[in-house]
């Protein structure tokens, strides 16, 4: 899985997170689902946002060592087989249920759209602390890994409300200055079979 630090710009009062799609071929294609999300700290504990989308915990071998437990602001309802809104801890969610999704033993957020339009979901203001990190699994197109750009799902941040938004992992290229000859692909995930865990351990710039 992946493991990479948070720019430091994200760590400040009001920020958001959200998984964007830039765009959607309708229905049922290029659909896309997270699960087991969580932005929390490491060191005290606190848990600020754990979403499972289902009546589960956050599953003990996907918790960091310090997170003792689903203690957070996030209620649990549990998950039947009929598609279930997404509750209002989320502030934005374009087209997003909770349901069952490439596998999954019990519901996910899936997002998609009918019409080709746009889809993403967005967190609530969050303001980081010391040693948080945000964490989830994805699952983009599932069964279908034909690689289409604009059908990808960004991973990104915003400080100022939603006004803008930056990768929270963003493309470093040996001859830009601004990453002192580092290399790093952007915060994308790419149509792939299967799930996918992410890590991201938030960086000093994200501290409110």
């Known amino acids: 899985f992946v493991n990479i630090l948070l720019p430091l710009s994200a760590k400040t009062v009001g920020t958001r997170f959200r998984w964007w799609q830039p765009k959607h071929d309708g229905l049922d294609q290029n659909d896309w689902a997270i699960d087991n999300v969580l932005i929390a700290g490491s060191v005290d504990q606190s848990t600020v946002m754990l979403d499972t989308f289902s009546s589960a915990p956050l599953p003990h071998h996907e918790r960091t060592p310090a997170d003792a437990g689903p203690a957070g602001r996030i209620e649990f309802d549990f998950f039947s087989e009929d598609k279930t809104a997404v509750n209002e801890h989320w502030l934005f969610h374009d087209d997003c249920s909770i349901e ?3 596998e999954s033993p019990d519901g996910v957020m899936i997002c998609g759209s009918h019409d080709g339009r746009e889809v993403y979901t967005v967190t609530h203001d969050l303001t980081p602390a010391e040693n948080w990190i ?44 601004k990453c002192s000859g580092g290399v790093s692909q952007p915060s994308v995930f ?19």
């Not at 983009?140 to 929270?168: A, I, L, M, P, R």
């Not at 790419?190 to 409110?208: C, E, Q």
Request: charged share 15%; hydrophobic share 35%; glycine share 6%.
């Open 190 to 208: 790419f149509a792939t079979k299967g799930w996918k865990r992410v890590i991201y351990p938030l960086s000093d710039n994200l501290i409110g």
């Open 134 to 177: 945000m964490q989830f699994k994805i699952a983009v197109g599932c069964k279908n890994s034909e690689k289409n750009v604009q059908n990808n799902v960004h991973v990104q941040y915003s400080t100022d409300f939603g006004v803008s938004w930056s990768y929270v992992v963003p493309q470093c290229l040996p001859a830009d200055p």
């Open 100 to 102: 069952r999704f490439c």
